[in-house]
């Protein structure tokens, strides 16, 4: 499995992004799907996750409200969007798969997931 991350770039704080991870190779209904950030000068952390038939959601505290992940199964991608973007969203975004379907706890461990996009820089500033 492959994952490509884009949609990221510049925006000014309370602006909105979308982000979008495609996936290739053999994905199925058991798959979790995941987003992750990496601030400056910080670990990884999570972000959000939805399972393949969207029955699991979870997002961090952080960014619930704001933030909705989704997954267009016929496209065998998955979404980001952001809204009401702060300066402290600034991060390389890396979107993630695992290769079974995760409970809420499990899909917020950067370990759960066995496979990784490239990161995709989203900047958050005026």
């Known amino acids: 499995v492959q994952l490509q991350a884009s949609g990221g770039g510049l925006v000014q704080p309370g602006g909105s992004l979308r982000l979008s991870c495609a996936g290739s190779?053999?994905?199925?209904?058991?798959?979790?799907m995941g987003w992750f950030r990496q601030p400056p000068g910080n670990e990884r952390e999570f972000v959000a996750a939805?399972?393949?038939?969207?029955?699991?959601?979870s997002y961090a505290g952080s960014v619930k409200g704001r933030f909705t992940i989704s997954r267009d199964k016929a496209k065998n991608t998955h979404y980001l969007q952001m809204d009401r973007l702060k300066p402290e969203d600034t991060a390389v975004y890396y979107c993630?798969?695992?290769?079974?379907?995760?409970?809420?706890?499990?899909?917020?461990?950067?370990?759960?997931?066995?496979?990784w996009g490239q990161g995709t820089q989203v900047t958050v500033s005026s």
């Open positions: 190779g053999r994905t199925s209904s058991g798959y979790t």
């Open positions: 993630a798969a695992a290769s079974r379907r995760l409970i809420t706890s499990s899909s917020q461990m950067r370990g759960s997931y066995d496979y």
């Open positions: 939805i399972s393949w038939d969207g029955a699991m959601i």
